[in-house]
C-alpha cells in the first residue's frame, strides 16, 4: 500500500497509457481499417514492390546505369587522349629529357637544335634580303644587258653610251634595318586603335608589277644611276621577291643562348631552348598555312611574296612562363613593349604551364584575323594582345618589296597552354622545381 500511494501518480499515467494503447489496437483491427489497408495494397506502387519482389529489374536499371558511367568515362578518356595529341610535341632528340643520359648528348642536342632553327624558313619558302654575292651577280647581268644595247645601237648606226662609266658608282646592297621590339599601338580595352579590315580575302594581284606599283625607290635610283633596270641592287631585290614567299632576317627567331658557348649546357636551358622551339615550330606551320591558302589562287605562275598574306616576320620570341609570381623569362626571349599581364590571368597550375610568346608581321590588314586564327587553331594558344603601326617607309629603300595591297606592321601577344601531364615527364628537375610542378601535383 505505501508503494502504491508513492507511485500512485506514475501508476495512473501508465494505466492510461496502457489503456490508450489498447484502444489503438482494438481500433487498427476494427474491419474499416483493415479495409483501408487492403485497399493500399492493391494500388499501382504496392502491385510494383510484388513485382519487384518477383522480377528483380532495379538490377538491370542499376547495371545499365554503371554501363553507361563506364561509357561516359571511355568517352571522357578518349577525349583526354586526343586533347593531349594536339597539345604534344616530341623532344629533338632521345636521351635529353629529363636528364641527358650521357654528356656528350648535350653538345650533340645544341648541334641538333641549331640545324632546327636554320629549317624553320625552309617551310614558309622564306629568303632573307638579297646577298652582296646576289647583287654582283646582278651587276654582271647589268653588263650584258649594257653590251647588248650597246651592239644593238651600233648596229643601227648610233653611239653608244660608256658602259664603264655607267657602272663605275653602282652600290652594293643594303643591310637590313635594326628590328626593335615593340613599336606598335598596342589596342586593349578601351583603346581607340583598330584594325581597319577591307574585304576578303580574294585573289591577290599577279606577278610582274614590283618594277611599277614596288618601285617606290626609284626616283631615286634614276639620280644616282638610271632607270632600275641598270640598278643592281634593285634587280636582286626583285628577283628575291619573286624567289620566296615571305622575308625573314637572321635576327628574327628566338634562339637560345646554348647556341653561343662551348661548356655544356645545363639542362633547364635545354629546355628552355627546346620550348622556345616547340612554340616556333607551330607558328611557323601556322603561318606557312595562311600563305599556302593564298598560293593555291595563283594561277599564273608562281606565287611569290607580292600575293602572300604574310610577307614578313620581323620578330618572334617566346618570352618565358608564365608563373604565379610573375614572368619566368627564357633567355634570349627579350624584347620590348610587352604587356606585363594578361587579361586571362591565368598563370602555371597543376594542369597547364602557360608561356608567353609575341609576334611581330608585316601582315596584309585584310588578313590579319586570319592569321590569328590560325595560330590559335595549331595548338591551345589565344590571342591577349594585339597592336598594329605603320610600315616603315624605308622598307622598300631597303629592299623589302610587299607588292601594292594595303598593308600593316601587327604586333601580337599569345599565351601557350602545356598539358603538365605531358611534359612533366620530360622536366628537367630545376624546371620542376621553378614551377612548382613537385608539390602536391600528380600530374
Known amino acids: 500500500m505505501q508503494f502504491i500511494k508513492a507511485h500512485l501518480i506514475s501508476l495512473l499515467c501508465g494505466v492510461g497509457a496502457i489503456a490508450a494503447l489498447a484502444v489503438g489496437i482494438l481500433g487498427m483491427m476494427a474491419t474499416s481499417v483493415v479495409d483501408e489497408m487492403n485497399k493500399r495494397v492493391s494500388d499501382t506502387g504496392a502491385r510494383e514492390i510484388r513485382s519487384?519482389?518477383?522480377?528483380?529489374?532495379?538490377?538491370?536499371?542499376?547495371?545499365?546505369?554503371?554501363?553507361?558511367?563506364?561509357?561516359?568515362?571511355?568517352?571522357?578518356?578518349?577525349?583526354?587522349?586526343?586533347?593531349?595529341?594536339?597539345?604534344q610535341r616530341g623532344p629533338l632528340m632521345a636521351g635529353?629529357?629529363?636528364?641527358?643520359?650521357?654528356?656528350?648528348?648535350?653538345?650533340?642536342?645544341?648541334?641538333?637544335?641549331?640545324?632546327?632553327?636554320?629549317?624553320?624558313?625552309?617551310?614558309?619558302?622564306?629568303?632573307?634580303?638579297?646577298?652582296?654575292?646576289?647583287?654582283?651577280?646582278?651587276?654582271?647581268?647589268?653588263?650584258?644587258?649594257?653590251?647588248?644595247?650597246?651592239?644593238?645601237?651600233?648596229?643601227?648606226?648610233?653611239?653608244?653610251?660608256?658602259?664603264?662609266?655607267?657602272?663605275?658608282?653602282?652600290?652594293?646592297?643594303r643591310p637590313p634595318p635594326a628590328v626593335v621590339g615593340g613599336g606598335a599601338t598596342m589596342m586593349g580595352a578601351g583603346g581607340r586603335g583598330s584594325l581597319r579590315m577591307a574585304g576578303g580575302a580574294g585573289v591577290r594581284g599577279g606577278g610582274g608589277r614590283f618594277a611599277g606599283?614596288?618601285?617606290?625607290?626609284?626616283?631615286?635610283?634614276?639620280?644616282?644611276?638610271?632607270?632600275?633596270?641598270?640598278?643592281?641592287?634593285?634587280?636582286?631585290?626583285?628577283?628575291?621577291?619573286?624567289?620566296?614567299?615571305?622575308?625573314?632576317?637572321?635576327p628574327t627567331f628566338h634562339v637560345s643562348p646554348i647556341v653561343n658557348v662551348t661548356s655544356a649546357p645545363p639542362p633547364d636551358q635545354m629546355w628552355f631552348a627546346q620550348v622556345s622551339l616547340w612554340v616556333q615550330q607551330d607558328l611557323v606551320a601556322a603561318i606557312a598555312r595562311v600563305n599556302e591558302a593564298a598560293a593555291r589562287q595563283v594561277t599564273d605562275g608562281d606565287a611569290y611574296v607580292e600575293q602572300m598574306p604574310v610577307k614578313r616576320i620581323e620578330l618572334l620570341r617566346v618570352l618565358?612562363?608564365?608563373?604565379?609570381?610573375?614572368?619566368?623569362?627564357?633567355?634570349?626571349?627579350?624584347?620590348?613593349?610587352?604587356?606585363?599581364?594578361s587579361f586571362t590571368g591565368q598563370t602555371c597550375n597543376d594542369q597547364f604551364d602557360v608561356?608567353?610568346?609575341?609576334?611581330?608581321?608585316?601582315?596584309?590588314?585584310?588578313?590579319?584575323?586570319?592569321?590569328?586564327?590560325?595560330?590559335?587553331?595549331?595548338?591551345y594558344y589565344q590571342c591577349i594582345g594585339a597592336g598594329y603601326s605603320m610600315v616603315n617607309p624605308d622598307d622598300a629603300q631597303h629592299g623589302y618589296l610587299y607588292g601594292p595591297?594595303?598593308?600593316?606592321?601587327?604586333?601580337?601577344?599569345?599565351?601557350?597552354?602545356?598539358?603538365?601531364?605531358?611534359?612533366?615527364?620530360?622536366?628537367?628537375?630545376?624546371?620542376?622545381r621553378m614551377l612548382g610542378a613537385d608539390e602536391g601535383d600528380d600530374g
Do not use: H, W
Open 52 to 87: 519487384l519482389a518477383a522480377d528483380p529489374q532495379n538490377e538491370r536499371k542499376i547495371e545499365a546505369e554503371r554501363a553507361k558511367g563506364e561509357k561516359f568515362e571511355e568517352e571522357y578518356q578518349r577525349t583526354l587522349a586526343a586533347a593531349y595529341g594536339i597539345n
Open 96 to 173: 635529353v629529357f629529363p636528364k641527358p643520359d650521357k654528356e656528350s648528348t648535350k653538345f650533340q642536342f645544341v648541334e641538333v637544335y641549331e640545324r632546327a632553327l636554320r629549317r624553320l624558313p625552309i617551310g614558309l619558302i622564306a629568303g632573307t634580303l638579297p646577298t652582296n654575292e646576289e647583287v654582283e651577280d646582278e651587276r654582271q647581268n647589268v653588263l650584258d644587258l649594257q653590251l647588248l644595247e650597246a651592239e644593238q645601237l651600233e648596229e643601227g648606226g648610233q653611239r653608244a653610251p660608256a658602259i664603264t662609266q655607267r657602272n663605275a658608282a653602282l652600290p652594293r646592297a
Open 213 to 250: 606599283a614596288m618601285g617606290a625607290g626609284a626616283p631615286a635610283r634614276a639620280a644616282r644611276g638610271g632607270e632600275p633596270k641598270y640598278d643592281p641592287v634593285y634587280r636582286a631585290n626583285v628577283s628575291k621577291a619573286k624567289s620566296i614567299r615571305c622575308y625573314v632576317d637572321p
Open 320 to 341: 618565358g612562363y608564365q608563373a604565379p609570381g610573375g614572368l619566368l623569362s627564357f633567355p634570349g626571349g627579350d624584347t620590348g613593349g610587352v604587356r606585363s599581364e
Open 355 to 379: 608561356v608567353r610568346f609575341v609576334l611581330v608581321v608585316v601582315v596584309d590588314q585584310r588578313d590579319v584575323l586570319q592569321l590569328i586564327d590560325q595560330i590559335s587553331k595549331q595548338n
Open 405 to 432: 595591297e594595303p598593308v600593316v606592321r601587327v604586333q601580337l601577344e599569345f599565351e601557350g597552354y602545356m598539358a603538365r601531364a605531358v611534359y612533366k615527364p620530360l622536366m628537367p628537375a630545376e624546371i620542376r
